[in-house]
T-cell receptor, first 115, second 114 residues
């Protein structure tokens, strides 16, 4: 069974600075997707970024980028130029490609951006 | 991505009553939808996978007679909490399986059972 571990329950960063959230996962599969979702105080789950395991190039979406290390089973999220609106819970998630479509979530990291 | 709505966003009910929550995919035909439950300060817990035109697949430990799921069309899945009790109070979220197997989530429904 796949597992996802987020080792940082809480983090904080100053506005305009850069922060990195860590995520590791365990799987014996070769083809899968990895995701970062953001859940602000409104509790709406928002897709931040998606990475296909077969792609070596790290995914980027504006100020958000990932460092995907497949051999190490690591998938960290870097947020550049942090903004107050980035304050949220961040969940790392794994999906086995071609399987049951079930997402496996980590426990989340609560990020606070301070003014 | 897909746009997903949920209704109602808030519901308060008396113990013993049933509550229906709707999940709609507004711009995407969804053969598969998912229902999650989230307790405060915790991650999402998958309750069941809803498949259009067939029975839902429930996760271990989830009572299928308690949480009735109907996925009658490609745009609508419903979750009915039958004979609700205070321990059923929670935040319920649905999602749609969209492009590249990415899940897009509804805004959630807060259920409070008195």
């Amino acid at each position: 069974a796949q597992t996802v571990t987020q080792s940082q329950p809480e983090m904080s960063v100053q506005e305009a600075e850069t922060v990195t959230l860590s995520c590791t996962y365990d799987t014996s599969e070769n083809n899968y997707y990895l995701f970062w979702y953001k859940q602000p105080p409104s509790r709406q789950m928002i897709l931040v970024i998606r990475q296909e395991a077969y792609k070596q190039q790290n995914a980027t979406e504006n100020r958000f980028s990932v460092n995907f290390q497949k051999a190490a089973k690591s998938f960290s999220l870097k947020i550049s130029d942090s903004q107050l609106g980035d304050t949220a819970m961040y969940f790392c998630a794994f999906l086995f490609q071609g399987g049951s479509e079930k997402l496996v979530f980590g426990k989340g990291t609560k990020l606070t951006v301070n003014p | 991505g897909a746009v997903v709505s949920q209704h109602p966003s808030w519901v308060i009910c008396k113990s013993g009553t049933s509550v229906k929550i709707e999940c709609r995919s507004l711009d995407f035909q969804a053969t598969t939808m998912f229902w999650y439950r989230q307790f405060p300060k915790q991650s999402l817990m998958l309750m069941a996978t809803s498949n259009e035109g067939s029975k839902a697949t429930y996760e271990q430990g989830v009572e299928k007679d308690k949480f009735l799921i109907n996925h009658a069309s490609l745009t609508l899945s419903t979750l009915t909490v039958t004979s609700a009790h205070p321990e059923d109070s929670s935040f319920y979220i649905c999602s749609v399986s969209g492009d590249q197997e990415t899940q897009y989530f509804g805004p959630g429904t807060r259920l409070l059972v008195l």
